[in-house]
C-alpha cells in the first residue's frame, strides 16, 4: 500500500509541474507582458528597462526555471490589472468557488446516486426507463441555458429566489443547482453502469444461493462493492467544478474565482489567468489522489498483499 | 435403511428459455428426474447441454429476467419449491438446498474476509449471534481440513490458493447443514492435483454425512468415482439415466456411447481416440424430434419425432426409438 | 413415463426449430437490425442537417435583416405577435425562427469538425501508447493526466479571448482541449488487442509497425472510437453554445444559438422568446446526439445482447 500511495504521489507532482509549465507556454504563446504593461506610447527605452526588470531578456530555459520555482513558492507575481499579488487575489475569491462547489455537489449526490443505484437495481422497470430518460435529458441541456430559464422562472416571475449575488441559502441555491445540472445527469448515469456491473459478479449471485435476503444482498455485497466506483465518479466531479463554474458564476455574478479568470482573460491579465488555472488544476490532482488514497486503504487486495 | 430410497426431489418436466435479442434459447426442454436420500446423483453433459441451468434452477438463481423458467414443478421434499414466495424461497436456500458453484474465485466477494462470508449463511438462516457464529464458522472449516482456522479465519479471498477457496466454498455450503448439495463442476477451476484432494474431501463428507448430492460434470470419470446414478444431458433433454456400473456397462443411448467411446482407455500404442462426429447444436436452432439425430449412426425416419422416456431395464431408462437394436 | 415432449402443441415449435438457409437468415438479420434504429434519434439529426444544409430555403427570412419596426415582436400565440414572425423577432427585428435555422449549421459544423479533431487526436495517441507501452506510455498518459486536470473551459476561452473568435479558432481550441476523453480509453483496447495472437502473427511475419497499426489495431478500435464520438458530438454543440454565449464564439452577425442566448439573456423580463427558443433548439439537438450516441453503444457492446 505505501509503495502505491508513493508512486501516486509522485505521479500528482509531476502532472501539477506539467500543468505548471503549459501555463508558460500558453501565456508566452500568447502575447508580450511588456506590450501589455506598458502603454502604446512607450519609449523603446522604457520597454528595454521592463524588459530587463521582468528578466524577460534572460533565455526562455531559464525563464521558465524562475517561473516554476516561484509558482512553487504561490508567487505567481502581481496582477497586471489590479495593484496585488495574483495569488492573493485568487485566493480571496476561492472560499466563494469551494462554498458553491460544495453545495452544488451535494445536491449533485443526493439526486444522482439514489436515482442510479435504484434504477439500477429496478434495472428494466418503469422507474428505471423514466430515471434514465430524466439523466438523458439532464444531460442534453446546457447547464447555462437552464441556469438562464430557472432565473426567468423562479427568479423574474415567481420571485422565490434572487437573480444574482452572493449570500446565503437563497443566494446559493439556483447556482449550485445549475452547477450541478450537468454533473447529476452524467453522475446517475455511471452509478447506474457500475452498480449494474457489480449485480452481475458471481459473488452477488452466490450471496443469494446462499439464502441472504435479498436487501442484505443490496446494502453489504452490491453497495459496498460499488463505494469506491461511485466515489472515484463524485470526486472526478467535484475536482472539475472548482474550474467548470466560470460560465455560471458569470451568469449568476457569483464573487469566485471563474468570474476573477473571466475578467482576467478580457483584460489580458496573465498572472492571474496562471494563478486560476494552476490552482484549480492543482484541486482537481489533489482530490483525485485523496480518493486514490482512500481506495487502498479500504481494498484489502491493496492493502495488505 | 430408513429413508433410504425417499424421495427428496423430484423434478416434472421442467423447460427453462433464455430470450436474447437473437432468438430464444431453449436451455431445458422437459426434463425429469428423482433423487433419492442419501445418494449420489449425477448429472452429465457437455457445455451447453443445459445442465449448470438444471442446478441453478434448482436454487433459484436463474438469470433474470432473459431466463425464465416457462413450466414444470420442482418437488423438495413434497412442496413445488418454484410456487413458493420469495421468502420462503430464500429459507430453503442456502439451508436445506445448498451449492457449490465451480469458480471459487468470482464466487467470494473481495472486500470481505472468508470466516464471515462462511458464516453469512448460517447468520441468516439460524439468527445467531455473532459469538456463538465463530465457534460454528471454524468447526465447519476443520470439517474442510483448512489448517488454522481461527488465524485463516480473518482472511481476505485473494490471499487464499485455489483449491483453499474451494474448501471454503464447500466450508459455506455445508454450514447450515443441508439436506441436499448440488455442485456445479466442483473441480473443473482447480489445477489437477488439487482436483484429487477436493474430489476426496467431498467423498468423505458425503460418507460421513450421508448427504443427498447431486453432482454436475461433464467429467465422466468422476461421475464413475462418485455417482450411484448418473443421468446424461443432451441438448436439454435427458436422454439416458441408470445405475453408474449398469450405464458403463450398458449404454444404451448411441450419445452416452459415444461419450464413453471417446474416453481415453489407457492402451498402449499409437491409438486414436474415437470423435463423435458433427458439432452440437446452435443453442438458438436445436434439431427437429431428436436433437441427436444429425449426428447419430443409427438414424432413421421415426428420429423426426422426439422419442419418449422408456424402461430398459430395472433403473435405466433411455430415450430412443432403437434403443432395443442396436 | 415421460409424456411432456409428445404434447400436440409441441409439433408446432418444433417447426420453428427448422433451420434456415443462409440468404434466409441473412435478410432476417437485417430486418431485425433496421427495426431497432433509433427513429427519434434519426429524426432530430435529419432535421437537423436538413436546416444546416438548405437553411435558406428552409428559413422564412433572412436572418441577419434588420428590422428595428418590427424589434421585440412576441411568439404568434401570444398578443402582440404575428404569423410572419412564427417564433417573435429580437431586439434588432431579426426573425427568431431562421436565426435558429441558420444557427444549426454553426452548430452542426462545429459539432462534427470538434469531434472530428478530438477523436483524431485522441485515437492517434491512445493507439500509440497502447501499441507501444513501456516509456512511450507513460509519458502520453502523464501528458493525458496534465490535459485532464486543466480547466479546459478556462484553457478555451483564455486561448480564444487571446487570438481572436472565430469559427475556425474555436473548431481547433476544442479539438486539442476534449481528445482526452478518447485517448484512455482507445489506449486500453489496444493494449489487449496488441497481445492478441493475430498481431503477434503479423509481427512474426515482419508487418512493419505502422502498417500494423493501421491495418491491424486501428479498425478494431474504431467501434469503441465512433460510440465515443458520438457520445462527444452533444458535448461539443453545448461547448460551441457556451464559447458564443460568452461572445467568443463566431462573431456576429452570422447567427448562432449561443450568441442568441446571449443576447436574449439582456431582455429576459420582457423578452422571454429570444433565450427560450434557441435554448429548445441546443436541447433537441444534443438530445438526438445522446440517443445516436447511447443506440451505437449499445450496438457494439456485445454485453447488451440479451434483451429484458
Redesign the interface.
Known amino acids: 500500500m505505501g509503495a502505491f500511495i508513493l508512486r501516486r504521489m509522485l505521479q500528482s507532482v509531476i502532472v501539477i509541474l506539467g500543468v505548471i509549465v503549459i501555463t508558460f507556454i500558453i501565456s508566452r504563446v500568447l502575447g508580450d507582458p511588456v506590450v501589455l504593461l506598458l502603454p502604446p506610447e512607450a519609449s523603446p527605452e522604457q520597454r528595454a528597462y521592463l524588459t530587463k526588470d521582468l528578466g524577460l531578456d534572460r533565455p526562455m530555459y531559464i525563464q521558465l526555471a524562475v517561473y516554476v520555482g516561484k509558482v512553487i513558492r504561490g508567487d505567481f507575481g502581481m496582477s497586471f490589472r489590479h495593484e496585488e499579488p495574483a495569488m492573493k487575489l485568487l485566493l480571496e475569491r476561492v472560499p466563494a468557488s469551494l462554498y458553491l462547489s460544495l453545495v452544488a455537489t451535494f445536491f449533485s449526490v443526493c439526486i444522482a446516486l439514489p436515482l442510479g443505484i435504484i434504477s439500477a437495481i429496478k434495472r428494466g422497470t418503469i422507474f428505471d426507463r423514466i430515471g434514465m430518460t430524466l439523466a438523458l435529458l439532464g444531460q442534453s441541456i446546457p447547464a447555462f441555458w437552464a441556469g438562464i430559464m430557472m432565473i426567468l422562472l423562479f427568479a423574474v416571475q415567481l420571485g422565490w429566489f434572487p437573480p444574482s449575488g452572493y449570500g446565503g441559502l437563497s443566494y446559493v441555491f439556483l447556482p449550485a443547482l445549475t452547477l450541478a445540472f450537468f454533473f447529476t445527469a452524467a453522475t446517475a448515469r455511471l452509478t447506474r453502469s457500475s452498480i449494474l456491473d457489480v449485480l452481475d459478479m458471481d459473488y452477488v449471485r452466490y450471496a443469494r444461493l446462499k439464502g441472504v435476503p435479498e436487501r442484505t444482498v443490496i446494502l453489504r455485497h452490491v453497495l459496498r462493492n460499488s463505494f469506491i466506483t461511485i466515489l472515484n465518479i463524485v470526486a472526478l466531479q467535484l475536482g472539475l467544478l472548482l474550474g467548470g463554474a466560470v460560465i455560471t458564476e458569470f451568469i449568476f455574478s457569483w464573487p469566485g474565482i471563474g468570474r476573477l479568470s473571466l475578467d482576467a482573460i478580457y483584460n489580458r491579465d496573465y498572472p492571474v489567468i496562471q494563478a486560476t488555472v494552476v490552482v484549480a488544476a492543482a484541486f482537481f490532482v489533489v482530490i483525485n489522489l485523496l480518493v486514490d488514497i482512500i481506495y487502498s486503504a479500504t481494498d484489502p487486495r491493496v492493502s495488505r498483499r | 435403511m430408513t429413508g433410504k430410497n425417499e424421495t427428496i426431489l423430484e423434478v416434472k418436466?421442467l423447460q427453462i428459455h433464455?430470450?436474447?435479442?437473437?432468438g430464444v434459447i431453449r436451455a431445458v426442454?422437459?426434463v425429469?428426474f428423482t433423487v433419492r436420500k442419501q445418494e449420489v446423483w449425477g448429472l452429465v453433459g457437455e457445455s451447453a447441454s443445459g445442465k449448470s441451468v438444471i442446478g441453478q434452477a434448482l436454487?433459484g438463481?436463474v438469470a433474470k429476467?432473459?431466463g425464465r423458467i416457462v413450466s414444470g414443478e420442482i418437488f423438495f421434499k413434497g412442496e413445488d419449491i418454484l410456487k413458493k414466495n420469495?421468502k420462503e424461497a430464500?429459507?430453503?436456500?442456502?439451508?436445506q438446498i445448498a451449492?457449490i458453484?465451480q469458480?471459487p474465485t468470482?464466487?467470494?466477494?473481495?472486500?470481505?474476509r472468508i470466516g464471515f462470508q462462511i458464516g453469512?449463511?448460517f447468520k441468516?438462516?439460524r439468527h445467531q449471534r455473532v459469538e456463538t457464529i465463530s465457534e460454528e464458522i471454524v468447526n465447519v472449516m476443520k470439517v474442510v481440513n483448512i489448517p488454522s482456522p481461527e488465524m485463516r479465519m480473518k482472511d481476505?479471498p485473494?490471499?487464499l490458493s485455489g483449491g483453499l477457496k474451494q474448501r471454503v466454498i464447500i466450508a459455506?455450503a455445508l454450514s447450515?447443514q443441508p439436506d441436499l448439495l448440488i455442485a456445479d463442476e466442483p473441480t473443473s477451476a482447480l489445477d489437477v492435483t488439487i482436483q484429487m484432494q477436493i474430489i476426496k474431501l467431498i467423498r468423505e463428507i458425503q460418507a460421513k454425512f450421508q448427504m443427498t448430492m447431486i453432482l454436475i460434470t461433464h467429467n465422466l470419470g468422476l461421475v464413475a468415482k462418485m455417482c450411484d446414478r448418473v443421468a446424461v444431458l443432451y441438448c436439454g433433454?435427458i436422454v439416458e439415466e441408470a445405475p453408474v456400473r449398469e450405464l458403463y456397462r450398458n449404454p444404451k443411448h448411441p450419445y452416452t456411447r459415444g461419450l464413453l467411446a471417446s474416453l481415453p482407455k489407457g492402451e498402449k500404442g499409437d491409438v486414436e481416440l474415437y470423435t463423435i462426429p458433427g458439432q452440437l447444436p446452435?443453442p438458438l436452432?436445436?434439431?427437429?424430434?431428436c436433437s441427436f439425430s444429425p449426428r447419430c449412426p443409427h438414424v432413421y425416419d421415426r428420429c423426426k419425432?422426439?422419442p419418449?422416456?422408456?424402461q430398459c431395464s430395472d433403473g435405466h431408462r433411455v430415450?430412443c426409438w432403437r434403443w432395443k437394436e442396436i | 413415463m415421460d409424456k411432456g415432449l409428445n404434447k400436440p402443441g409441441n409439433a408446432i415449435s418444433q417447426q420453428e426449430n427448422v433451420p434456415l438457409t443462409l440468404s434466409e437468415e441473412r435478410s432476417l438479420k437485417v430486418r431485425k437490425v433496421f427495426r431497432r434504429i433509433p427513429k427519434t434519434a434519426g429524426v432530430i439529426i435529419l432535421l437537423l442537417l436538413l436546416c444546416a444544409i438548405f437553411s435558406p430555403w428552409i428559413a422564412p427570412h433572412d436572418p441577419i435583416k434588420q428590422s428595428l419596426v418590427d424589434a421585440l415582436k412576441p411568439p404568434c400565440w401570444q398578443q402582440g405577435g404575428s404569423s410572419k414572425y412564427i417564433l417573435g423577432t429580437d431586439n434588432l427585428g431579426r426573425d427568431i425562427l431562421s436565426r435558429i435555422v441558420y444557427g444549426a449549421r454553426v452548430s452542426t459544423i462545429v459539432g462534427f469538425a470538434a469531434v472530428f479533431l478530438s477523436g483524431l487526436l485522441g485515437t492517434f495517441l491512445g493507439i500509440i501508447a497502447g501499441y507501444f507501452g513501456g516509456k512511450i506510455d507513460a509519458v502520453i498518459m502523464r501528458f493525458t493526466d496534465m490535459m485532464l486536470s486543466l480547466p479546459y473551459i478556462l484553457i478555451a476561452i483564455a486561448i480564444i479571448g487571446a487570438i481572436g473568435p472565430s469559427l475556425t479558432n474555436l473548431i481547433i481550441v476544442l479539438g486539442i482541449t476534449q481528445w482526452v476523453g478518447y485517448t484512455r480509453i482507445v489506449r486500453f483496447e489496444a493494449m489487449s488487442l496488441s497481445k492478441s495472437e493475430f498481431i503477434e502473427m503479423a509481427v512474426i511475419s515482419g508487418c512493419k509497425w505502422w502498417r500494423i497499426l493501421l491495418v491491424h489495431i486501428l479498425p478494431n478500435v474504431l467501434n469503441t472510437a465512433v460510440v465515443l464520438a458520438s457520445l462527444d458530438v452533444g458535448k461539443m454543440i453545448i461547448f460551441e453554445a457556451a464559447m458564443s454565449f460568452l461572445g467568443l464564439g463566431v462573431k456576429p452577425p452570422t447567427p448562432s444559438w449561443g450568441g442568441m442566448l446571449a443576447d436574449g439573456r439582456v431582455y429576459l423580463t420582457f423578452a422571454w422568446w429570444i433565450a427560450t427558443f434557441p435554448g429548445i433548439a441546443i436541447c433537441i439537438t444534443v438530445l438526438g446526439g445522446n440517443l445516436l450516441g447511447d443506440w451505437l453503444r449499445d450496438e457494439l457492446d456485445p454485453r447488451h445482447q440479451l434483451k429484458a
Open positions: 418436466d433464455f430470450h436474447t435479442d437473437r426442454e422437459g425429469d436454487v438463481v429476467p432473459a420469495p430464500q429459507k430453503i436456500r442456502g439451508n451449492f458453484p469458480d468470482t464466487a467470494l466477494n473481495p472486500l470481505l453469512e449463511a441468516y438462516h481476505y485473494h490471499q459455506t447450515c433433454r446452435n436452432y436445436h434439431p427437429v424430434g419425432e422426439v419418449g422416456m422408456e430415450r
